[in-house]
């Protein structure tokens, strides 16, 4: 069955009835608060850090019930009651998702009501719109009822021990609405804690309401519950709040009375914020919803308009141009953090450089920012911090062995994108105090990585590299990481781009013959001769891992993908690795991570034997290692396998009560063969994959690249690429890059004319010009040769 689809433009997800089999959810934010709302308005809220500064409140329970939810009522005449969200009783119902805002139509014993949420890139708050038609064809009076949820503060408070939590708070009456307190907050869940919640919360209308209260309990009840209050079910009315409230349960419940001719209508908005406590609460009037919503548009075309491409393929287009973009900014602004599914995902550093990766061309001056804040997470002897967390809090050093190595990704990138150099010479701080320039931060952590290697001179795995629950292979300090032997050459050569910047010749060259050495090591060892593939690691007693000597998880996919990425096996090895990725891992759904899941915990090898085979990364389909893979397809030139594996990733292309989450957005993972729940998504819009799709799309498959000397064009593509356009932002200059594929080849050599001029090469050189037109073809290789 569908539950939704795209809109035409594929800006929008349409979804058509409120019976999802998961909520569908969207995330409203500027960056500073952030509301998740699902396609019945379920989800929490937080300013900043979802663990720390709650918000809207949040339960663990929300993914099986969706709520509690940002609810409107409806109660007629006769004392019955509806939600114009979906839930109780509907005659109709469709919600949309976009950009920044969501919104729900529902019909119901003829009358019509539409709810819109919406972020403003100005305010830190959410607004709703709430609007209700009389459709029948007599006069009628109705109540009208907003309910919130609150949990101002710290989330472990309020989830461990919320009737003491609830001691410490109290609602004031505002001139339009309540300011809700907590006088009680601690960063680390401490009892005795002894501060004040250094913000406030408030709601308020741009209409008078009749009555409001800010306790939960006044308006539920005992025994009763959201979907049956008991204020409704007695047909009760609030009074206005005149005092401060204590002992309350938090909320926000406001009433109007409204009439309505036959056809009349009334709108009513809601601002839902947070603020510092000394800070005026604001006033809303009609007016400035009105300009807060256009704001909300004008932000978020502004930054779909950054790349956008037009292919022969529909849902690549949607995904590129629109989802992938959300997706990215979310995980950009909050990490993988505020989830429907889990409380925190350590460590911080390896996440936030790849977000940073995706997103540069979206926002590369936002980028510059985040860069700078998050390699300060580091201690002076290169060790890299658990978070990166915007609420101060007291780091300790990570034991997972990778996370310097991603800074060189999205340094780099950073560079290329913006020429940007100035940022090198940064001052920032260490965890452990001290501070020196960005720069010698970036060769610290990388020089640690480097030098920390075991006795195949391989790089030891510790507690795990990107494969977080791979955590006890290397628990002695002797294990070692193939994987991040591969990453790690990558990386040393890579940094060069930076350490050129810096004329650091003498560090280039010891990077260089660092990397030459590693790959000599890794020739030695990372090549299984009876699997036709590359070993994932050697465990603390030296044997070989994730090979055919083992009966589980004999294959693992990032070996396959970065042996090929960093160019550090043969080229018959890097062919072979390949064909064995299609051989082991491939599904209807994309690429498990391994291959076969693990059928018991084995204490040597840690949490990834422990989780429930073919979930998470005891060999899921998992979506960020398959958009790695993406590139290695690029690399080798294996277009239609890359094509292959990017439409079975597409989570709108999978059939919905199979996949079950959103189909807009990327999974962390889906449940491989290996699981009862086989097909179904998991863990939903927090992960790294749109991040990677995004750019092995755009980067590697259509092929427009950023380069130091400009935008390079090489393409990867398949048979039936035989047109397509790219529209990319490149520092300032707006290129527009009409393709053209009239053979149908794969790969090839682009004949480039620029503003009408023909040019040697594939790299359309930077310009000062503000718009530049490319047209290119691409012609088989010996053609132009000869
Ligand atoms: C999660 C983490 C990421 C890690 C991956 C594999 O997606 O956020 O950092 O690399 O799992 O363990």
């Known amino acids: 069955m569908s539950y939704g689809h795209f809109s035409e433009d594929g800006d929008e997800f349409i979804i058509t009835t409120p019976e999802t089999p998961r909520p569908w959810i969207n995330y409203l934010s500027n960056g500073e608060y952030c509301g998740l709302v699902s396609n019945t308005g379920g989800g929490f809220s937080f300013y900043r850090d979802h663990r720390f500064h709650g918000v809207l409140r949040r339960e663990f329970r929300q993914f099986s019930d969706d709520l509690p939810a940002r609810l409107w009522y409806i109660q007629d005449e006769r004392g019955e009651y509806w939600t114009a969200n979906g839930l109780i009783d509907y005659d109709r119902y469709e919600a949309r998702h976009g950009p920044g805002y969501t919104n729900i139509r529902v019909a119901n014993n003829n009358i019509s009501t539409r709810i819109e949420w919406f972020a403003s890139p100005e305010i830190d708050g959410e607004f709703a719109t709430f609007t209700i038609r009389n459709d029948s064809d007599k006069p009628q009076a109705f109540k009208v009822f907003s309910y919130l949820e609150f949990i101002l503060g710290n989330f472990m408070q309020d989830a461990h021990e919320r009737t003491f939590a609830n001691l410490f708070l109290r609602a004031e009456p505002t001139t339009r609405g309540l300011a809700l307190y907590n006088n009680r907050w601690s960063l680390d869940g401490a009892f005795a804690a002894n501060d004040q919640w250094p913000l406030k919360a408030y709601v308020v209308s741009d209409t008078a309401p009749e009555g409001w209260t800010g306790n939960r309990d006044d308006f539920v009840g005992y025994k009763n519950s959201l979907l049956t209050p008991k204020l409704l079910k007695i047909n009760g009315s609030l009074p206005p709040l005149e005092d401060t409230q204590t002992g309350i349960d938090p909320a926000s419940i406001f009433q109007w009375n409204v009439t309505l001719e036959p056809g009349g209508e009334q709108s009513i908005a809601l601002l839902c914020g947070v603020t510092g406590r000394d800070e005026a609460i604001p006033s809303i009037t009609k007016q400035h919803v009105t300009e807060q919503r256009a704001a909300c548009a ?229 090549w299984d001769e009876k699997g036709g593939y590359f070993i994932r690691a050697f465990t603390d007693e030296g044997k070989r891992f994730g090979c055919s000597d083992n009966e589980e998880g004999y294959i693992y996919l990032n070996p396959q993908t970065w042996g090929v990425i960093a160019g550090v096996g043969t080229a018959e090895q890097q062919r072979k690795a390949l064909e064995a990725v299609d051989r082991h891992l491939e599904t209807d759904f994309g690429l498990m991570n391994l291959y076969p899941a693990y059928s018991r915990p084995d204490p040597g090898i840690g949490i990834i034997s422990r989780f429930i085979p073919g979930h998470k990364e005891n060999g899921a389909v998992f979506s960020h290692a398959t958009a790695f893979h993406l590139i290695a397809r690029a690399k080798l030139g294996d277009a239609e396998g890359l094509y292959r594996i990017y439409r079975k990733s ?121 718009r530049c037109h490319v047209a290119a073809t691409l012609r088989p290789e010996e053609k132009v040769s000869g």
């Open 298 to 526: 004008d932000y978020w075309s502004r930054l779909m308009d950054t790349v956008k491409v037009e292919t022969p393929d529909r849902e690549l287009n949607f995904m590129v141009n629109y989802w992938n973009k959300l997706q990215m900014m979310v995980n950009n602004w909050f990490g993988r953090g505020p989830s429907y599914y889990h409380k925190d995902q350590y460590p911080a550093m390896r996440d936030c450089c790849q977000d940073s990766y995706g997103v540069l061309p979206v926002i590369p001056e936002q980028t510059r920012a985040k860069l700078v804040r998050v390699f300060g997470f580091m201690f002076t002897d290169g060790r890299i911090g658990k978070g990166c967390n915007r609420v101060v809090y007291s780091e300790q050093p990570t034991d997972k062995a990778d996370l310097a190595l991603w800074m060189v990704l999205a340094l780099k990138s950073y560079l290329v994108e913006t020429g940007d150099e100035t940022i090198l010479d940064e001052v920032i701080p260490f965890l452990d105090g001290g501070e020196s320039s960005l720069y010698d931060h970036l060769i610290r952590g990388l020089s640690r990585v480097a030098d920390d290697t075991g006795p195949h001179g391989l790089p030891l795995i510790r507690n795990g590299d990107w494969n977080d629950a791979l955590d006890m292979i290397g628990d002695k300090g002797v294990g070692e990481s193939i994987w991040q032997a591969q990453f790690l050459c990558y990386c040393l050569r890579e940094a060069e781009t930076i350490l050129a910047r810096k004329n650091d010749a003498a560090r280039i060259d010891a990077f260089n013959r660092i990397a030459d050495q590693m790959e000599r090591n890794l020739l030695d060892t990372q």
């Open 650 to 770: 597409l989570p709108c292309c999978r059939d919905q009560d199979v996949y079950k989450v959103e189909p807009y957005v990327h999974s962390q993972f889906a449940a491989s063969p290996a699981s009862p729940h086989q097909g179904e998504g998991a863990y939903h819009w927090l992960t790294g994959t749109a991040a990677w799709m995004f750019r092995a799309v755009v980067d590697f498959m259509l092929g427009v690249q950023p380069t130091e000397q400009g935008l390079q064009i090489k393409p990867c593509l398949p048979a039936s690429f035989t047109a397509y356009t790219v529209t990319r932002t490149f520092r300032d200059t707006v290129y527009r890059i009409e393709a053209r594929n009239p053979e149908g080849l794969a790969t090839g050599t682009v004949q480039l004319v620029v503003d009408g001029e023909p040019i040697e090469g594939d790299t359309v050189p930077i310009t000062s010009a503000a």
